[in-house]
């Protein structure tokens, strides 16, 4: 039972690395014999092993105990292996920019090498030649990168949209722990949907309503949004892919509709591309990051105005359409190494990569309000009986002081739960908290809601979400000293639409708390 107890206190329970061949005896044996592990070794990070015993699965700090047996691994040249898997868009193009920028960072040589188009190898050596790790990635798609996550197959799984429920439930019962756990997601960086046509196209562009019914086969000629009279050619990825995923996701399914039955597929964001380029009848959706020679069209509504996918209106998700860059990870210790570069993937440095890279990075930037011009004009455009002068000049004198923070807040539809790109928000807004960058000055947190109810009703849900925001971020920032920093609320209702209310979508995107700073 001494054995046993001390097994157990010594331990931390975690699943087998990936790549692991065969298990092997293996006897840990604390450096004054007081304490002795006997079984197979199913794993080794660089630090902890893991063993099955008679007593279960354990792990064990290896810098407390000495390997004895066959399976004992060469702890003097340890190489650290992390296998990743899924989206192309994520592998492809971005992984690699931020590998070589950590290998810069952290005085490593690093080496590709295309084993085929499906799968790259990125090795690190340290100045004398050591090899101390390789990321290997499988380009695949987001079902499989998922798939591989669930068969202990990957490590890491980089995905274009979040993980299905059905997902969430196999990952709890293959014991790999909640997959919505801020510790296993992480929203990498941001990307955007956008429509998009051939250039000869003359439209310029269109609302979600017809985009909606041009992708479900409602509209199917040009001549319905202004164009010539010809037939529509729907172009989307394919079904498997996490922005075909996401189309449908976020165009379709919140107005209860189906993709159109000869919408022409496409594997990746390249031959989209290609494909609608060359059609000038085509239209479909792609990302902000593989746009091609395509040309986006704004998006557009009765009630706001025409708005195009860029790096800021991304950021804020004043765009819609918003897409991020999703890596998961099983409840397990990851390599020395691949904690390292987790922890990279935060650091500043690594956000211009990621912007350089075309993608839209997460470094809150500070909006002056004479730069909000069209946000302000359209609330003006839109007042009425129940938001008149007096609530909009109170606006602009208790917003004209300050400066917004791209940081914004949205909620799931129906939910109160704050989105997936929210929820990195609140992460990077306490962390930076934490980081002294606040202290002295004051932090506004500002409800806006939807149209639907008495105005009166709709800033005091404003007023309550603005409040759940503020102490979801103060939660998160554990370390900082919230006495240098003032935190203050207040609402504006529906004082600022961003979008109509007579759509889901439309309700979803003028629900929101926004983060003012002075």
Same mark, same amino acid.
């Given at each position: 039972?001494?054995?046993?107890?001390?097994?157990?206190?010594?331990?931390?329970?975690?699943?087998?690395?990936?790549?692991?061949?065969?298990?092997?005896?293996?006897?840990?044996?604390?450096?004054?014999?007081?304490?002795?592990?006997?079984?197979?070794?199913?794993?080794?990070?660089?630090?902890?092993?893991?063993?099955?015993?008679?007593?279960?699965?354990?792990?064990?700090?290896?810098?407390?105990?000495?390997?004895?047996?066959?399976?004992?691994?060469?702890?003097?040249?340890?190489?650290?292996?992390?296998?990743?898997?899924?989206?192309?868009?994520?592998?492809?193009?971005?992984?690699?920019?931020?590998?070589?920028?950590?290998?810069?960072?952290?005085?490593?040589?690093?080496?590709?090498?295309?084993?085929?188009?499906?799968?790259?190898?990125?090795?690190?050596?340290?100045?004398?030649?050591?090899?101390?790790?390789?990321?290997?990635?499988?380009?695949?798609?987001?079902?499989?990168?998922?798939?591989?996550?669930?068969?202990?197959?990957?490590?890491?799984?980089?995905?274009?949209?979040?993980?299905?429920?059905?997902?969430?439930?196999?990952?709890?019962?293959?014991?790999?722990?909640?997959?919505?756990?801020?510790?296993?997601?992480?929203?990498?960086?941001?990307?955007?949907?956008?429509?998009?046509?051939?250039?000869?196209?003359?439209?310029?562009?269109?609302?979600?309503?017809?985009?909606?019914?041009?992708?479900?086969?409602?509209?199917?000629?040009?001549?319905?949004?202004?164009?010539?009279?010809?037939?529509?050619?729907?172009?989307?990825?394919?079904?498997?892919?996490?922005?075909?995923?996401?189309?449908?996701?976020?165009?379709?399914?919140?107005?209860?509709?189906?993709?159109?039955?000869?919408?022409?597929?496409?594997?990746?964001?390249?031959?989209?591309?290609?494909?609608?380029?060359?059609?000038?009848?085509?239209?479909?959706?792609?990302?902000?990051?593989?746009?091609?020679?395509?040309?986006?069209?704004?998006?557009?509504?009765?009630?706001?105005?025409?708005?195009?996918?860029?790096?800021?209106?991304?950021?804020?998700?004043?765009?819609?359409?918003?897409?991020?860059?999703?890596?998961?990870?099983?409840?397990?210790?990851?390599?020395?190494?691949?904690?390292?570069?987790?922890?990279?993937?935060?650091?500043?440095?690594?956000?211009?990569?990621?912007?350089?890279?075309?993608?839209?990075?997460?470094?809150?930037?500070?909006?002056?309000?004479?730069?909000?011009?069209?946000?302000?004009?359209?609330?003006?455009?839109?007042?009425?009986?129940?938001?008149?002068?007096?609530?909009?000049?109170?606006?602009?004198? !208790?917003?004209?002081?300050?400066? =917004?923070?791209?940081? %914004?807040?949205?909620? #799931?539809?129906?939910?109160?739960? *704050? @989105? +997936?790109?929210?929820?990195?928000?609140?992460?990077?807004?306490?962390?930076?908290?934490?980081?002294?960058?606040?202290?002295?000055?004051?932090?506004?947190?500002?409800?806006?809601?939807?149209?639907?109810?008495?105005?009166?009703?709709?800033?005091?849900?404003?007023?309550?979400?603005?409040?759940? !925001?503020?102490?979801?971020?103060? =939660?998160?920032?554990? %370390?900082?000293?919230? #006495?240098?920093?003032?935190?203050? *609320? @207040? +609402?504006?209702?529906?004082?600022?639409?961003?979008?109509?209310?007579?759509?889901?979508?439309?309700?979803?995107?003028?629900?929101?708390?926004?983060?003012?700073?002075?």
């Amino acid at each position: 039972m001494t054995i046993l107890r001390a097994a157990i206190i010594a331990a931390l329970w975690f699943l087998a690395q990936p790549g692991v061949a065969l298990a092997q005896d293996v006897t840990l044996r604390s450096h004054d014999g007081a304490v002795e592990i006997s079984g197979n070794l199913l794993g080794f990070d660089g630090e902890f092993y893991r063993v099955d015993t008679i007593y279960g699965e354990l792990t064990v700090d290896g810098s407390g105990v000495a390997c004895e047996g066959p399976g004992c691994p060469d702890l003097e040249h340890y190489v650290a292996r992390l296998v990743f898997s899924g989206a192309p868009t994520i592998g492809r193009v971005l992984m690699p920019a931020l590998i070589e920028a950590f290998g810069i960072r952290g005085g490593y040589d690093v080496t590709r090498n295309d084993i085929s188009p499906q799968e790259l190898l990125f090795t690190l050596h340290q100045g004398d030649g050591t090899l101390v790790g390789e990321f290997v990635f499988r380009l695949t798609n987001t079902d499989e990168g998922f798939a591989d996550l669930l068969a202990n197959e990957a490590d890491i799984a980089l995905t274009l949209r979040e993980a299905r429920q059905d997902e969430i439930t196999r990952a709890r019962e293959a014991g790999l722990g909640n997959l919505m756990a801020p510790g296993q997601v992480r929203v990498l960086a941001l990307d955007a949907l956008i429509p998009v046509v051939a250039p000869s196209n003359p439209v310029q562009d269109i609302s979600l309503r017809e985009l909606a019914q041009v992708l479900s086969g409602e509209i199917t000629n040009w001549v319905a949004l202004g164009g010539p009279d010809a037939p529509i050619d729907v172009h989307l990825w394919d079904a498997a892919t996490g922005i075909g995923q996401a189309s449908v996701d976020q165009v379709l399914r919140p107005d209860g509709r189906d993709v159109v039955a000869n919408a022409v597929r496409h594997p990746d964001g390249s031959a989209f591309a290609e494909a609608v380029a060359r059609d000038p009848f085509a239209i479909g959706l792609t990302t902000r990051s593989e746009q091609g020679d395509t040309w986006e069209l704004a998006l557009t509504g009765d009630c706001g105005f025409a708005l195009n996918a860029t790096r800021r209106a991304v950021k804020t998700e004043d765009y819609p359409l918003t897409a991020p860059l999703f890596i998961y990870l099983p409840a397990r210790r990851l390599p020395k190494l691949g904690r390292e570069f987790m922890t990279y993937l935060r650091d500043p440095s690594a956000q211009l990569v990621i912007r350089r890279a075309g993608f839209v990075d997460q470094t809150p930037e500070e909006i002056e309000i004479n730069a909000q011009g069209d946000r302000f004009a359209n609330a003006i455009a839109q007042a009425g009986a129940e938001v008149g002068l007096e609530e909009l000049q109170r606006m602009v004198r !208790v917003l004209g002081p300050l400066k =917004r923070l791209t940081t %914004t807040f949205r909620f #799931e539809a129906g939910s109160i739960r *704050l @989105d +997936a790109q929210s929820r990195s928000n609140a992460e990077q807004l306490a962390r930076a908290m934490e980081l002294g960058h606040y202290d002295a000055r004051r932090l506004v947190f500002v409800g806006f809601s939807d149209g639907d109810g008495p105005a009166g009703t709709n800033r005091d849900i404003a007023l309550r979400r603005a409040e759940t !925001v503020q102490r979801a971020v103060t =939660r998160a920032a554990e %370390t900082a000293n919230l #006495e240098r920093i003032g935190l203050e *609320l @207040d +609402a504006f209702g529906e004082a600022m639409p961003m979008a109509c209310d007579d759509t889901a979508w439309g309700r979803q995107v003028n629900r929101r708390v926004e983060v003012w700073v002075r």
